[in-house]
């Protein structure tokens, strides 16, 4: 199956800048801000590629052979995305999932009206087997022109509900390197030359499929989860081709690589809220609502299993959510069992 629906050679960079033109009164100061976090992430890319090399030169233990401290790639993917995003002048503030506090913008650097909060390596669980992480981001204007700089303030500047976002996308460091965003202007991929330096458009507007026989979920908590809950997952393993089941499971335990692959092919991703994590596992600000926006902007929908996950108002940074996202009648189902109007007795 292929998804390449484009036949011109567009770079990311000619494609923000004709974005642009589609935002009437853009000041070009949001093209800047997305060509420098394209430039981290093609710096976190190369040092993602060479990880196992890392350790063979050298970069045993903690400190390399010039003595050097070796960072984990999550801390050194987050120290390159700080260091190429707190000079631009574009930036209030940024949070990230690596850091406990807010993160400001140095007082020797320009600031400016926007707050970037982001995931500098979703998945590093996997990154020791060689499996697909991936940078989450999601991006907001600040929503006053307070130049204080004290925690609860900038605190307050970051935790706006998800429909705030003015743009939203990942990256993702698999097979190839693929960049996907969206201005809320819909959702365009990219994928990274290395050879040019370059990411060049693949697919242009992303539609999820409406519905598909896809399921992406850490089965191995089944027994903390609800009961409904259990009953959409038994309904969804009969064999009935008349239905379309059974759906298929995959599950790679990345969650941006879950969504990739949901956005693409359709289905549902979930990490719900289960006896033992009674908000699940992923955070809203810097996951699920980057992810969400994308979702939406693609044809999807994105809930907590009740509501909307962009109307949800934060109450801090580092909020864990539970997650259920992908193609809208794969939400609507699953939800149609949370709230009790579908039953499957599958006792
Ligand atoms: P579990 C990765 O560690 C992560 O934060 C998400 O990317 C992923 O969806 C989830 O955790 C996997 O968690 O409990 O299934 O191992």
């Known amino acids: ?15 923000i800048s004709s974005e642009k033109d589609k935002h009437p009164g853009a000041t070009g100061e949001f093209t800047y801000l997305l060509h420098d976090l394209a430039l981290a992430i093609r710096i976190i890319s190369r040092e993602v590629r060479r990880a196992g090399l890392n350790d063979i030169i050298g970069m045993a233990g903690d400190t390399n052979v010039h003595g050097e401290q070796v960072k984990k790639l999550d801390v050194y993917a987050n120290e390159v995305i700080i260091q190429s995003m707190d000079h631009g002048g574009h930036l209030c503030v940024m949070a990230s999932e690596e850091n406990e506090h807010p993160i400001p913008i ?38 006053d022109d307070s130049s204080d700089t004290d925690m609860d303030t900038l605190t307050k500047q970051i935790i706006q509900p998800g429909y705030k976002q003015v743009a939203a996308g990942y990256a993702l460091y698999g097979s190839s390197t693929v960049f996907v965003y969206t201005t809320g202007q819909g959702v365009n991929m990219f994928t990274y030359d ?13 539609k999820i499929p409406k519905k598909a026989s896809y399921y992406s979920v850490n089965e191995g908590y089944y027994n903390f989860y609800s009961d409904e809950l259990k009953q959409y997952l038994q309904y969804i393993k009969q064999d009935k081709a008349e239905k379309d089941l059974p759906y ?20 549902l991703f979930m990490y719900p809220s289960d006896s033992r994590s009674p908000n699940g596992k992923l955070r809203l600000v810097y996951e699920a609502n980057p992810l969400a ?30 997650l259920f996202i992908g193609s809208k009648e794969n939400v609507l189902e699953v939800e149609s069992f949370l709230k009790g109007d579908l039953k499957f007795d599958y006792k």
């Open 1 to 15: 199956m292929s998804f390449f629906n484009s036949s011109r050679f567009i770079t990311l960079e000619h494609y």
């Open 106 to 143: 140095p007082d020797k650097f320009d600031k400016g009206k926007y707050i970037l909060v982001f995931d500098p390596l979703d998945g590093s669980s996997n990154i020791d087997i060689n499996v697909t992480i991936g940078t989450i981001f999601g991006l907001y204007k600040r929503t």
């Open 194 to 206: 290395p050879t040019i330096g370059e990411f060049i458009l693949f697919h242009e507007n992303v």
């Open 248 to 267: 298929k499971l995959r599950y790679i335990a990345t969650g941006v690589a879950d969504f990739h692959r949901t956005l693409l092919y359709g289905g």
């Open 293 to 322: 926006f994308l979702a939406e902007q693609a044809g999807g929908r994105a809930t907590d299993g009740v509501n909307r996950i962009l109307d949800i108002k934060p109450t801090n940074i580092h909020q864990r959510v539970p």
